[in-house]
């Protein structure tokens, strides 16, 4: 089975703190997805990639950067970390376009900002 | 306003029951659209997709899809308490590489 891993699982950071979370798959997939899901709002795409060291903006982009230096490697980075980005971020990997492969997902990193 | 609208909210089902869930989007770009499930504290992981209209069954699990009101439904007969979980509703637009857009989803409930 596809096999997509996130580091830290969880992590409470300071307001106006820089924080890294990072998703490792072993998939040999080219589509990473980085996603935010809160309650009420559901799950949000913030940005993806479908080749390596080439990202792009998904649907709620804004005080989020993504890197991807590697196809398996895929980097979500908040500079200055928020309240509002208080959230369990979800990072996938899909072997196809997005209409016909399927969403492998990790298994979440819970953020809480402080 | 969400392009993929799920309902219920929620929905409690006795175990052996049948819970039916829909699925509506508001954006006619939509091509495609997939199941996923959601146990508590769990990543989604996909349960069926369903590209053509009519109907399409695995197991207990049965999608309907009319493409041309852009509706979509899960029905799960003989509930379990296993299945009681969040079920996401998630569509492609026509712009592949976006990966999916989800509903807000529907919490099912299955008691003994």
């Known amino acids: 089975e596809a096999a997509v891993t996130q580091s830290p699982r969880s992590k409470v950071a300071v307001t106006g703190g820089k924080v890294t979370l990072s998703c490792h798959q072993t998939?040999?997939?080219?589509?990473m997805y980085w996603y935010r899901q809160d309650t009420g709002h559901g799950l949000r795409l913030i940005h993806y990639?479908?080749?390596?060291?080439?990202?792009e903006k998904g649907d709620i982009p804004d005080g989020y950067k993504a890197s991807r230096p590697s196809q398996e490697n895929f980097s979500l980075i908040l500079e200055l970390a928020s309240l509002s980005q208080t959230a369990v971020y979800f990072c996938?990997?899909?072997?196809?376009?997005?209409?016909?492969?399927?969403?492998?997902f990790g298994e979440g990193s819970k953020l809480t900002v402080l | 306003q969400q392009k993929v609208q799920q309902s219920p909210e929620s929905l409690i089902v006795p175990e052996g029951g049948m819970a039916s869930l829909n699925c509506t989007s508001s954006d006619r770009n939509v091509d495609y659209f997939w199941w996923y499930r959601q146990h508590s504290g769990k990543s989604p992981k996909m349960l069926m997709s369903i590209f053509s209209n009519g109907e399409k069954e695995e197991g207990r699990f049965t999608v309907h899809l009319n493409k041309a009101s852009l509706h979509t439904s899960l029905h799960i007969r003989d509930s379990q308490p296993s299945d009681s979980a969040l079920y996401l509703c998630a569509a492609s637009m026509q712009d592949y590489a976006q990966g999916l857009t989800f509903g807000l989803g529907t919490r099912v409930s299955v008691f003994p």
């Open positions: 996938a990997s899909s072997p196809d376009w997005g209409n016909t492969g399927q969403l492998y």
């Open positions: 990639s479908y080749v390596a060291d080439s990202t």
């Open positions: 998939n040999n997939h080219d589509y």
